[in-house]
T-cell receptor
Framework: GENVEQHPSTLSVQEGDSAVIKCTYS??????FPWYKQELGKRPQLIID?????GEKKDQRIAVTLNKTAKHFSLHITETQPEDSAVYFC??????????????FGTGTRLKVLA | DAGITQSPRHKVTETGTPVTLRCHQT?????MYWYRQDPGHGLRLIHY???????DKGEVSDGYSVSRSKTEDFLLTLESATSSQTSVYFC???????????FGEGSWLTVV
């Protein structure tokens, strides 16, 4: 079945530096790739997403890139701030049988921004 | 927050007892999902629904059943709870072609 691998599992950066989280998916039919941020004790919340017909998308300090050929996508956070500290999840989705849509998640990256 | 409510939010139960978690939405979304979250495993899909009475299994469906008798409610049942089912359970709604899913606040379940 569909599998999403996410690396690294933990990432520590100095405040102001950039952070990059990478994900690889197995199903070439995947066509939608959201990223979620989860703070301690809270629900995961969408921060950015990208569709398969787009190679890159940016929203202020965060950006996502997609390489369909290699089946991987990455989250880039620039000028990191302490409030960026959280767990980040990538996910992949595609249309299955009967028009159903499953969302398979990576195992998460715990980002620590050191002041 | 996306009109999604989970209940109960916290529950402690004994091994072998049945447990039902409820997800209620006010958004009229076709798709609803149940995930469990455990350290080192991220978010794993248990079951999902793509319409009333239409459900399918996810990655970790053993020991769980679901029902969706109306659009608003998606129930997750642990027929006989085990300690390995101690987890945080998240319901999500939304989905469809190129659409995102939105999570509820989570239900913390402890099986002792």
């Amino acid at each position: 079945g569909e599998n999403v691998e996410q690396h690294p599992s933990t990432l520590s950066v100095q405040e102001g530096d950039s952070a990059v989280i990478k994900c690889t998916y197995s199903d070439s039919a995947s066509n939608y790739f959201p990223w979620y941020k989860q703070e301690l004790g809270k629900r995961p919340q969408l921060i950015i997403d990208i569709r398969s017909n787009v190679g890159e998308k940016k929203d202020q300090r965060i950006a996502v890139t997609l390489n369909k050929t290699a089946k991987h996508f990455s989250l880039h956070i620039t000028e990191t701030q302490p409030e960026d500290s959280a767990v980040y999840f990538c996910a992949a989705s595609n249309e299955g049988t009967s028009g159903t849509y499953k969302y398979i998640f990576g195992t998460g990256t715990r980002l620590k921004v050191l002041a | 927050d996306a009109g999604i409510t989970q209940s109960p939010r916290h529950k402690v139960t004994e091994t072998g007892t049945p447990v039902t978690l409820r997800c209620h939405q006010t958004e009229n979304h076709r798709y609803m999902y149940w995930y469990r979250q455990d350290p080192g495993h991220g978010l794993r899909l248990i079951h999902y629904s793509y319409g009333v009475k239409d459900t399918d299994k996810g990655e970790v469906s053993d020991g769980y059943s679901v029902s969706r008798s109306k659009t608003e409610d998606f129930l997750l049942t642990l027929e006989s709870a085990t300690s390995s089912q101690t987890s945080v359970y998240f319901c999500a709604i939304g989905g469809g072609p190129g659409n995102t899913i939105y999570f509820g606040e989570g239900s913390w379940l402890t099986v002792v």
